[in-house]
């Protein structure tokens, strides 16, 4: 029976029980149709705070900045240089301990076959402008206008903190670094003598799970003690920079396990990196992609790595280059670019055949406006250090969410599927004889026919529009349509066959980072129309006047959680963040518990659209404790479907007449048993057509880019695409 569900109702769908048959409650507000085009935009929850604004302490994000072109700059640099010139010394010299990454290191078996191999660079690639200093490595500059360190120490802040206090107690955390990875190396090395790609599989039995902090306690007595002494006067994303600080320092599988984003099982493989494409965005972030490239390009070959280089054209190269690219003999494909740019190498990745997906390994450069997965993964925004990490070779698989578009093709195609089912079981009972002597039997007969009439009702189609089919029927006991195995596999295989569903099928689009819908689309779609205003205004200006329109959208959001459960919410929600990690703009914790290789999405539904509350959860995201506000659900989730639906008089005054008729036809069916099929026939089209009209498309934000649309479903797929570490 239908009823009326007051907002936050959350229906949990455990075994074959009957669905809650909702029709949301009246509102009075208007959905905003977007009509946007699909257009590159930046936008997303960090938007609001100005994405351009970087936090002030922290390693990677240095306010310094260094105009390479500007003389004076490079005269003042260059005088701190010389001040610092025992620092630096000193940590070359740590530097080239690491066995991986030192020019100078010749007794390591690796590079010292790589460093007497001719150096047969292939250069295929536009002309060059050298930039940065011709000297070696050392002398490259320190960081970039955007914030992006050319140099693996730029730290200030805690983390300078944090590093002194590790290099106090352990004449610097390289050197304790090598002493811990030593012995790993080793073993590689020997394993790598003959194949050239070493597998490391951890194993929970193995590896014991250790927790970054605990297992820097364990590395590091007297820094554990630095780490607990300060860890209460430090803000989540401090704490964070300083486990991930500690993290990149060690260059074993152990420490893969210690990274904050990682979880078990790691799959964690080293490589040895011989031969490195580099795929260069010339156009992200301040255009600094090829300075960035060639950079990069010069530390690979000083270490004895063969390069190729291949800037993208256009938009969406990426994605075509890595999809088609022949990587027989790529060890690392290395993206220079934003987070637009990987978003676009990842679509490529996922398209290719399983067998060379796994063999494809990305590594990325941070060079565009956020690079908000370089730093979760890297720690920081570092060239030179990401640039070690390649030649280093450690790698871990990574978790990808696939969007797949349902839309309203996909609604129509669901509800083609009914009337089919609903002819099939006209069909059925063509043969029943509806007169009193077989009263018995046509009661039975419309018994069904009511029973399959009220799965064609709109709740039912809602979860039908949401979940896509059979991606969560049967299984969990969503209440569904009739089956074929219900109705008769006979009539109906042949007859479905005829009717391809997929005809209108979009293609997937894969997600490494996050995605948003709801006010975080609106904020993007608002600022593109705004673009007159210029970047950094024009986001902070939109999000404002997003949060004062304060919207809310009547939506069916169902979600399976880790252990297979499937909820089902129908309520108005002001917004959803999806994210694969855990930071979004740099010092956000907006995602507290999420891994990148767990198999899980992070679902953060809020459902309040007052200022207030919106801007509450602004100062709680930085230490997460956002997640616990009675407004904001927080789930992790193996898979999710989000239907939108218009909200206005109109539809609810329809849905007041669908259901008295819908009342009247069951009554009919129940007491006269005259033919109810034919009064099936009627309601059920003039529903389904009705509802095609109720479901809501609206523009989605997908790592950063307007692209795809409600409604959709969302799903994990584990372990994807392997990157460096
Ligand atoms: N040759 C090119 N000309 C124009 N656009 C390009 C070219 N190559 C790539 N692009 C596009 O540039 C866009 C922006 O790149 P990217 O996302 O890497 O930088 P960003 O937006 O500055 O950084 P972030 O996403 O981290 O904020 C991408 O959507 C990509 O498709």
Redesign the pocket.
Known sequence: MSEVVSPSIETTIVSSTTTTNSTTTPTTSTTTTSTASPS?S?FSFKNIFGKHSKKESGSDSSQSSLNLKDKESKESKESKRKSKSYKRSQSLENFSKTPSTSENNIQSPDNAAANTQPQTTTIDTVPITMIAPTGSLPNMPEVLSNGISLEGNNNNNNNNNNNNSNSNNNEGSSSSTTAATTPLTESVSSASSSSSTSTITTTPSEVTPQHSTSSLMKQSPQGADSVTTNNNRRSWSEQLDSDKENFVNDLNEQSVLSHPSFCEPSRVKRIKVANVTIIF?????SKIGEKIMVEAKKYFEVHGIKVHVIP???????EVLCRTLDIEGIDVVCLV?????IH?AVNGIMKRDPESRERFVMACLPA????SFVLELQGKLSIKHVCERVVNGLTVPIDIAKVTIVGKSKISAECSRRKLEYNTLKKKFAHVNLDASTLSSSQEAGRRSIQAYRQIRPDALMEYGSTLGNQFNGSNGIDRAPSSSDLGNDIIDSEQQAHNFDDNTPEPIYCFNSLHWGLGSKVNITAEKMRWMGKAVRYTTAALLELCRGERILARIEYEDANGEVTALEDEFCLAIVNNIQGAAKGMKMAPKAKLNDGLIDLILVKSHKTFDLMNIFTKVYDGTHTELDYVIYKQVKRFSITPFKKDKERKKRLRKEKKRIKAAIKAGREHAKNPLEILKTECNTILSELEDQIDEEIIDID?ELKGQTPFVCEMIPRSVRVVV
């Open positions: 590159t930046r965005n010339p156009m992200s972030g993208t054209e256009y938009k969406g190269h990426a670019g934003g987070d637009g740019t676009e565009g406006t956020g690079n950063g």
